[in-house]
Protein backbone atom coordinates (compact mmCIF):
# COMPACT_ATOMS: atom_id res chain seq x y z
CA UNK A 1 0.00 0.00 0.00
CA UNK A 2 2.69 2.48 0.98
CA UNK A 3 4.33 2.11 -2.98
CA UNK A 4 1.23 2.31 -4.34
CA UNK A 5 0.48 5.64 -1.86
CA UNK A 6 3.67 6.85 -3.07
CA UNK A 7 3.72 6.14 -7.01
CA UNK A 8 0.05 7.81 -6.79
CA UNK A 9 1.63 10.45 -5.11
CA UNK A 10 4.54 10.97 -7.48
CA UNK A 11 2.33 10.80 -10.55
CA UNK A 12 0.28 13.61 -9.49
CA UNK A 13 3.37 15.71 -8.55
CA UNK A 14 4.74 15.02 -12.22
CA UNK A 15 1.41 15.64 -13.48
CA UNK A 16 1.30 19.16 -11.93
CA UNK A 17 4.86 19.62 -13.25
CA UNK A 18 3.73 19.09 -16.80
CA UNK A 19 0.80 22.21 -16.78
CA UNK A 20 3.38 24.75 -16.40
CA UNK A 21 6.01 23.29 -18.66
CA UNK A 22 3.64 22.98 -21.62
CA UNK A 23 2.24 26.25 -20.88
CA UNK A 24 6.07 27.46 -21.37
CA UNK A 25 6.32 25.66 -24.25
CA UNK A 26 3.20 27.09 -25.74
CA UNK A 27 4.41 30.53 -24.85
CA UNK A 28 7.96 31.21 -25.49
CA UNK A 29 9.37 35.00 -24.98
CA UNK A 30 10.35 36.89 -27.96
CA UNK A 31 13.56 36.58 -28.58
CA UNK A 32 16.02 38.53 -27.41
CA UNK A 33 18.53 38.54 -30.50
CA UNK A 34 19.05 41.54 -32.23
CA UNK A 35 19.84 42.60 -35.97
CA UNK A 36 22.16 45.12 -36.80
CA UNK A 37 22.18 46.80 -40.19
CA UNK A 38 25.51 47.99 -41.16
CA UNK A 39 25.85 50.58 -44.58
CA UNK A 40 29.03 51.25 -46.27
CA UNK A 41 29.49 54.35 -47.71
CA UNK A 42 30.48 53.99 -51.43
CA UNK A 43 34.48 54.13 -51.83
CA UNK A 44 35.85 57.70 -53.47
CA UNK A 45 37.24 57.30 -56.58
CA UNK A 46 40.90 56.73 -56.88
CA UNK A 47 42.80 59.70 -58.66
CA UNK A 48 43.97 59.31 -61.25
CA UNK A 49 47.49 58.73 -61.61
CA UNK A 50 49.68 61.48 -63.05
CA UNK A 51 51.56 60.23 -65.96
CA UNK A 52 55.54 60.54 -65.95
CA UNK A 53 57.22 61.72 -68.87
CA UNK A 54 60.60 61.94 -69.78
CA UNK A 55 62.32 63.86 -72.33
CA UNK A 56 65.23 66.13 -73.77
CA UNK A 57 65.81 68.60 -76.22
CA UNK A 58 67.18 72.25 -77.26
CA UNK A 59 65.35 75.22 -75.13
CA UNK A 60 63.69 77.51 -77.60
CA UNK A 61 62.72 79.94 -74.79
CA UNK A 62 62.46 80.45 -70.83
CA UNK A 63 60.92 82.15 -68.08
CA UNK A 64 60.29 81.43 -64.72
CA UNK A 65 56.99 79.63 -65.25
CA UNK A 66 57.74 77.59 -68.30
CA UNK A 67 60.24 76.19 -70.70
CA UNK A 68 59.80 75.65 -74.71
CA UNK A 69 61.77 72.71 -75.62
CA UNK A 70 62.34 71.51 -79.29
CA UNK A 71 62.21 67.65 -78.29
CA UNK A 72 65.43 65.51 -79.70
CA UNK A 73 65.15 62.46 -77.11
CA UNK A 74 62.33 60.76 -75.16
CA UNK A 75 61.51 57.81 -72.88
CA UNK A 76 60.31 54.91 -74.35
CA UNK A 77 56.53 55.60 -73.82
CA UNK A 78 56.92 59.12 -74.54
CA UNK A 79 57.82 58.88 -78.54
CA UNK A 80 54.66 60.93 -79.45
CA UNK A 81 56.94 64.16 -78.24
CA UNK A 82 60.24 62.86 -80.26
CA UNK A 83 60.01 66.16 -83.30
CA UNK A 84 57.52 68.62 -81.32
CA UNK A 85 57.99 71.39 -79.68
CA UNK A 86 56.74 71.28 -75.95
CA UNK A 87 55.97 74.14 -73.30
CA UNK A 88 56.42 72.30 -70.21
CA UNK A 89 55.26 74.77 -66.62
CA UNK A 90 57.72 75.28 -63.81
CA UNK A 91 56.41 75.67 -60.61
CA UNK A 92 57.58 75.91 -56.89
CA UNK A 93 57.74 71.75 -56.92
CA UNK A 94 60.48 71.69 -59.86
CA UNK A 95 64.20 70.90 -59.11
CA UNK A 96 66.20 72.72 -61.27
CA UNK A 97 70.07 71.32 -61.09
CA UNK A 98 72.31 73.34 -63.64
CA UNK A 99 75.57 71.62 -65.10
CA UNK A 100 79.14 73.31 -65.31
CA UNK A 101 79.29 76.81 -65.90
CA UNK A 102 75.40 76.99 -65.64
CA UNK A 103 73.44 79.32 -63.72
CA UNK A 104 70.54 79.64 -66.25
CA UNK A 105 68.41 78.18 -68.67
CA UNK A 106 68.91 80.00 -71.76
CA UNK A 107 67.61 79.46 -75.21
CA UNK A 108 70.55 76.87 -76.84
CA UNK A 109 71.07 75.15 -73.82
CA UNK A 110 70.11 71.42 -73.78
CA UNK A 111 67.74 69.96 -70.86
CA UNK A 112 66.91 66.80 -69.86
CA UNK A 113 63.25 66.99 -68.16
CA UNK A 114 61.41 64.91 -66.12
CA UNK A 115 57.37 65.84 -66.45
CA UNK A 116 53.67 64.73 -64.67
CA UNK A 117 51.30 64.80 -67.24
CA UNK A 118 47.56 65.85 -66.61
CA UNK A 119 46.47 62.36 -68.56
CA UNK A 120 47.71 60.34 -71.55
CA UNK A 121 47.43 62.77 -73.89
CA UNK A 122 50.08 64.88 -72.39
CA UNK A 123 48.54 68.46 -73.38
CA UNK A 124 49.17 69.77 -70.34
CA UNK A 125 53.02 68.92 -68.68
CA UNK A 126 54.67 70.66 -65.22
CA UNK A 127 58.01 69.76 -64.64
CA UNK A 128 59.48 67.73 -61.79
CA UNK A 129 63.00 67.58 -62.33
CA UNK A 130 65.05 69.50 -65.55
CA UNK A 131 68.88 69.02 -65.41
CA UNK A 132 70.35 71.89 -67.78
CA UNK A 133 73.83 71.62 -70.06
CA UNK A 134 75.44 73.70 -72.84
CA UNK A 135 75.55 72.52 -75.67
CA UNK A 136 78.17 72.38 -76.62
CA UNK A 137 80.72 69.68 -77.97
CA UNK A 138 84.39 69.71 -79.22
CA UNK A 139 86.08 68.91 -82.49
CA UNK A 140 89.45 69.72 -83.68
CA UNK A 141 91.30 69.18 -86.56
CA UNK A 142 92.61 70.59 -90.14
CA UNK A 143 90.89 73.34 -92.17
CA UNK A 144 88.80 72.62 -95.78
CA UNK A 145 86.25 74.87 -97.24
CA UNK A 146 85.87 78.17 -96.44
CA UNK A 147 82.48 80.48 -97.02
CA UNK A 148 80.79 83.00 -95.61
CA UNK A 149 78.41 81.79 -93.29
CA UNK A 150 80.33 77.71 -92.95
CA UNK A 151 83.43 75.99 -92.93
CA UNK A 152 84.67 72.23 -93.40
CA UNK A 153 86.91 70.63 -90.79
CA UNK A 154 88.76 67.47 -91.06
CA UNK A 155 88.34 66.25 -87.82
CA UNK A 156 90.88 64.25 -86.10
CA UNK A 157 89.72 64.72 -82.54
CA UNK A 158 86.77 65.14 -80.67
CA UNK A 159 85.17 65.08 -77.42
CA UNK A 160 84.14 61.64 -75.43
CA UNK A 161 80.26 61.83 -76.67
CA UNK A 162 81.73 63.14 -80.64
CA UNK A 163 83.84 60.72 -81.48
CA UNK A 164 81.55 59.47 -84.55
CA UNK A 165 82.90 63.10 -86.03
CA UNK A 166 86.11 61.62 -85.65
CA UNK A 167 88.17 61.04 -89.54
CA UNK A 168 85.68 62.96 -91.02
CA UNK A 169 84.97 65.99 -92.74
CA UNK A 170 82.45 68.19 -91.01
CA UNK A 171 80.21 71.25 -91.85
CA UNK A 172 79.75 73.98 -89.04
CA UNK A 173 77.37 76.78 -89.50
CA UNK A 174 78.07 80.35 -88.31
CA UNK A 175 75.51 83.08 -86.98
CA UNK A 176 75.62 86.34 -85.13
CA UNK A 177 77.12 84.88 -82.14
CA UNK A 178 80.00 82.43 -82.95
CA UNK A 179 83.40 84.33 -81.35
CA UNK A 180 86.57 83.78 -83.54
CA UNK A 181 89.67 83.70 -81.62
CA UNK A 182 93.17 84.16 -83.48
CA UNK A 183 96.35 82.44 -82.21
CA UNK A 184 97.61 82.41 -79.02
CA UNK A 185 97.49 86.08 -78.32
CA UNK A 186 93.65 85.17 -78.15
CA UNK A 187 93.03 88.07 -81.29
CA UNK A 188 89.69 88.38 -82.50
CA UNK A 189 88.91 86.83 -85.87
CA UNK A 190 86.17 86.21 -88.56
CA UNK A 191 85.34 83.61 -90.54
CA UNK A 192 87.29 85.47 -93.37
CA UNK A 193 90.65 84.66 -91.23
CA UNK A 194 90.31 80.67 -91.55
CA UNK A 195 92.85 79.92 -94.12
CA UNK A 196 92.46 75.87 -95.60
CA UNK A 197 94.99 73.40 -94.36
CA UNK A 198 95.44 75.57 -90.75
CA UNK A 199 94.88 73.82 -87.49
CA UNK A 200 91.46 74.66 -85.88
CA UNK A 201 89.72 73.99 -82.72
CA UNK A 202 85.41 74.19 -82.48
CA UNK A 203 82.97 74.32 -79.84
CA UNK A 204 79.80 73.81 -81.36
CA UNK A 205 76.03 73.04 -80.88
CA UNK A 206 74.17 70.10 -82.24
CA UNK A 207 70.76 69.63 -83.56
CA UNK A 208 70.52 66.17 -81.82
CA UNK A 209 72.01 63.94 -79.56
CA UNK A 210 75.18 62.47 -80.21
CA UNK A 211 74.13 59.34 -77.75
CA UNK A 212 70.77 58.71 -79.07
CA UNK A 213 70.88 55.87 -81.70
CA UNK A 214 68.23 57.51 -83.60
CA UNK A 215 71.45 60.38 -84.28
CA UNK A 216 72.78 60.92 -87.24
CA UNK A 217 75.76 63.23 -87.81
CA UNK A 218 75.19 63.48 -91.68
CA UNK A 219 72.11 64.63 -91.38
CA UNK A 220 72.03 66.79 -88.36
CA UNK A 221 73.38 70.66 -88.06
CA UNK A 222 76.36 72.09 -86.25
CA UNK A 223 76.50 75.79 -85.10
CA UNK A 224 80.33 77.03 -84.00
CA UNK A 225 80.07 78.60 -80.81
CA UNK A 226 83.76 78.99 -80.43
CA UNK A 227 86.45 78.77 -82.91
CA UNK A 228 90.38 79.20 -82.85
CA UNK A 229 92.74 78.96 -85.56
CA UNK A 230 96.15 79.12 -86.37
CA UNK A 231 99.05 76.92 -84.06
CA UNK A 232 98.41 74.25 -82.20
CA UNK A 233 95.32 74.29 -80.59
CA UNK A 234 93.58 72.62 -77.64
CA UNK A 235 89.66 72.96 -77.74
CA UNK A 236 88.52 73.70 -74.08
CA UNK A 237 87.23 71.68 -71.48
CA UNK A 238 82.88 71.63 -71.56
CA UNK A 239 80.60 69.69 -70.92
CA UNK A 240 78.92 67.71 -73.68
Known sequence: MRW????????????????????????????????TTTTTAPKAPKAARAHAVFFAGSVNSASSSSVSVAVLWTGPHDTQ?????????????TQI?????????DPGDLIRVRAVGADATLASLTAKEIHVNCNCHVAAGTLGSVGSSSFAVNVSRTGPYDTVLKGNAVTFQVNGSTVFVQGKN???????????????????????????????????TFTAKHVRYAGDLQPASTNP
Open 4 to 35: KAFGIAAAAVIAAAAVPLAALADNEPPSTIQT
Open 81 to 93: LKGTTVTVAIDSS
Open 186 to 220: KAAGTISGLKTGEKVAVIFAASGFFKDSGFNWQTA
Open 97 to 105: VYGKGQTSI
